[in-house]
């Protein structure tokens, strides 16, 4: 999508090692998310940020760590992959927050397909 | 928690007609309601947003209502086509941080 990309696009890994997925944005959002989508689960909130070096919790975080040194950079990492972390990962970004009113809706990118082997 | 409910099963309709899925929550209302659309292979894309205090909003073909009494959110699509077909989720906002809780989807076929 326009303004956010993700990589890879598409990735398999054996469980135990360590994996970055990267978010890159080009329109100087303070607001940055990762999101995990399952079957039978939707899409869940892993972390977000709200600034460089400012991020926090979502609902599933285990294993699961971020960081944001530039505005235009979030960073995902998996510590050590498990299969239950075999899933389809959504990066997004939002305007609203960054013009104090909520109209706008997230735009998200076009997502990282991970397979822990 | 929190529970959002979307009908699981797939959404069959008939091309030109009115497409109504619905979106349930439970516990508190959220401050916004939105719903998006999502293609096989793709990142779900942002269509509507409604207030709490807004009965409903449109967009073209587009309709969304949303009912804090009854803890539902209608969505149509009117004069349905075949382009229509998509996954379409709803997603809640409670507020600070605008962090988005979404419901599992619906799956919306349209056939000529």
């Known amino acids: 999508d326009a303004g956010i990309t993700q990589s890879p696009r598409h990735k398999v890994t054996e469980t135990g090692t360590p994996v970055t997925l990267r978010c890159h944005q080009t329109?100087?959002?303070?607001?940055m998310y990762w999101y995990r989508q399952d079957p039978g689960h939707g899409l869940r909130l892993i972390h977000y940020?709200?600034?460089?070096?400012?991020?926090d919790k979502g609902e599933v975080s285990d294993g699961y760590s971020v960081s944001r040194s530039k505005t235009e950079d979030f960073l995902l990492t998996l510590e050590s992959a498990t299969s239950s972390q075999t899933s389809v990962y959504f990066c997004?970004?939002?305007?609203?927050?960054?013009?104090?009113?909520?109209?706008?809706?997230?735009?998200f990118g076009s997502g990282t397909r991970l397979t822990v082997v | 928690s929190q529970k959002i409910e979307q009908n699981s099963e797939a959404l069959n309709i008939q091309e030109g007609k009115t497409a109504t899925l619905t979106c349930n929550y439970t516990?508190?209302?959220?401050?916004?309601l939105q719903w998006y659309r999502q293609d096989p292979g793709r990142g779900p894309v942002f269509l509507l947003l409604?207030?709490?205090?807004?009965k409903e909003k449109r967009k073209e073909r587009l309709k969304v209502t949303f009912d804090t009494t009854l803890k539902q959110s209608l969505f149509h699509i009117t004069a349905s086509q075949p382009a229509d077909s998509a996954t379409y989720l709803c997603?809640?906002?409670?507020?600070?941080?605008?962090?988005?809780?979404f419901g599992t989807g619906t799956q919306l076929k349209v056939e000529l």
């Open positions: 997004a970004i939002s305007e609203s927050m960054d013009r104090g009113v909520t109209n706008y809706g997230y735009t």
């Open positions: 329109e100087n959002h303070r607001y």
């Open positions: 409604i207030r709490e205090n807004e």
């Open positions: 997603a809640l906002d409670y507020g600070g941080g605008n962090k988005l809780t």
């Open positions: 516990n508190y209302s959220p401050a916004y």
């Open positions: 940020s709200y600034g460089v070096k400012d991020t």
